[in-house]
């Protein structure tokens, strides 16, 4: 029986699940990066209404603020820098987000928004702590940028245990997180060499040096789409 393990957080996850487990697989779901939401003080949060846009670098930093709705003024300017982030924005807050249509990332979000040429603006920057900075530099030159360190990234990869993998089976990893992958490939690149290993990932970028531990590997298309997981395992299982 195929082994399929998770290490990082999908939102349809217990629909997922069912698939696998409907197809005879074994899944397993141990996503080893915890998010731990940062207290924003109270003169903070009351600051958001005078903001002219908002810019989002991550779903995580949109899920901290779920909580505080109620202080984001919905007629400015959501951002995000890719769409999925955007998506989560869109749903959280039940607004309109901008982002990047080609390619997701700081630079394409800067680019195609013509960032460069923004002034005398307020803007707020959700991030999580070590986040990149990119459009923060971009930006406060010419405008007042508060850029919000909203989440910290706990990981905790002895969650994830030797016998999670079988030597004579196909494994699979599913990561939606570069971290969470960067922390996989540190602890199991030598103690799974000799493994059958494939890896599903969400876009290219995700693909490293290091990502040679894997035999195969499969870009999903749609995140949110079961069907797409299940296609792409029962197409790794017949090669």
């Known amino acids: 029986m195929t082994k399929i393990i998770c290490i990082s957080t999908i939102s349809i996850i217990d629909k997922i699940k069912e698939s696998f487990e409907n197809e005879k697989y074994s899944f397993t779901n141990k996503?080893?990066?915890?998010?731990?939401?940062?207290?924003?003080?109270?003169?903070?949060?009351?600051?958001?209404?005078?903001?002219?846009?908002?810019?989002?670098?991550?779903?995580?930093?949109?899920?901290?603020?779920?909580?505080?709705?109620?202080y984001f003024n919905k007629r400015n300017n959501f951002f995000a820098v890719g769409k999925y982030t955007a998506d989560m924005v869109e749903n959280i807050f039940s607004t309109k987000c901008y982002y990047p249509k080609n390619k997701y990332s700081s630079h394409d979000l800067i680019s195609e928004f013509n960032f460069h040429d923004i002034s005398e603006q307020n803007i707020a920057i959700f991030k999580g702590s070590h986040g990149l900075?990119?459009?923060?530099?971009?930006?406060?030159?010419?405008?007042?940028?508060?850029?919000?360190?909203?989440?910290?990234?706990?990981?905790?990869?002895?969650?994830?245990?030797?016998?999670?993998?079988?030597?004579?089976?196909?494994?699979?990893?599913?990561?939606?997180?570069?971290?969470?992958?960067?922390?996989?490939?540190?602890?199991?690149k030598h103690k799974l060499k000799?493994?059958?290993l494939a890896l599903i990932v969400p876009n290219k970028r995700f693909i490293i040096d290091e990502c040679d531990m894997f035999r195969r590997i499969r870009i999903i298309d749609g995140l949110q789409d079961i069907g797409q997981y299940t296609k792409i395992i029962r197409e790794l299982n017949n090669e």
Request: aromatic residues 10%.
């Open 133 to 188: 900075s990119h459009i923060k530099d971009c930006l406060e030159a010419k405008n007042n940028v508060n850029e919000l360190n909203v989440y910290v990234r706990e990981i905790d990869i002895n969650l994830i245990k030797d016998n999670d993998f079988d030597i004579n089976k196909l494994n699979i990893v599913i990561s939606m997180s570069n971290d969470a992958l960067k922390a996989f490939i540190k602890k199991y």
């Open 31 to 70: 996503p080893i990066i915890k998010i731990k939401v940062a207290k924003l003080e109270n003169n903070v949060l009351k600051n958001f209404q005078n903001y002219d846009s908002y810019i989002f670098q991550s779903k995580n930093s949109v899920i901290s603020m779920r909580e505080n709705i109620k």
């Open 194 to 196: 000799d493994y059958d």
